[in-house]
């Protein structure tokens, strides 16, 4: 499935109506370039959880935890773990626990990773700088399902 989005509000209004349909455990992949909206994507996610606080990159923390929403949502940024390092963070921990994972830069992780996921794909437009083409591929059943709730 692919969503269109003209603007960073649309961006996170995917993320909010996302949010509505995840359950504990649930595990989202975000790729995309630097500046693609991965961020942009998981503020609406937050929003759509009910969480107040401001969403930041965690790109140097690795992974910030955010505890109040419906769900507690951990957002994932491993981009610093190419050169390997993951085994040692638990996020096996995570991705079996009572919250939501995002994991941005998923690529360089591949053997942590369950076998059932959601992976979002943002892509800029190459014209329109605002404009983020959002591709959804869900690997195993229940991820399928909910894209499927996504797009009625």
């Known amino acids: 499935m692919r969503i269109v989005a003209t603007n960073p509000d649309q961006t996170q209004a995917v ?10 455990g649930d595990l989202i ?3 995309g370039d630097l ?3 991965k961020t942009t994507f998981t503020k609406g996610l937050a929003l759509g959880l009910g969480i107040k606080r401001n ?15 419906r769900l507690p949502l951990y957002h ?20 079996n626990g009572d919250g939501v ?19 979002i794909r943002l892509n800029k437009d190459e014209t329109d700088d605002n404009k983020r083409y959002i591709d959804f591929n869900a690997q195993g059943k229940h991820y399928e ?3 499927a709730k996504l797009a009625e």
């Open 76 to 95: 994932m940024d491993v981009y610093r773990l190419e050169d390997g390092g993951a085994e040692d963070l638990g996020l096996e921990e995570y991705f």
């Open 55 to 69: 969403i930041k990159s965690p790109t140097f923390t690795l992974i910030r935890e955010y505890k109040e929403g």
């Open 35 to 37: 500046g693609a909206g």
């Open 101 to 119: 994972s995002v994991v941005e830069w998923a690529s360089f992780i591949p053997e942590e990773l369950p076998a059932e996921y959601l992976e």
């Open 145 to 147: 399902k909910l894209v």
């Open 29 to 31: 992949l975000l790729a």
């Open 15 to 24: 993320g909010k109506k996302l949010a509505a349909l995840l359950q504990p």
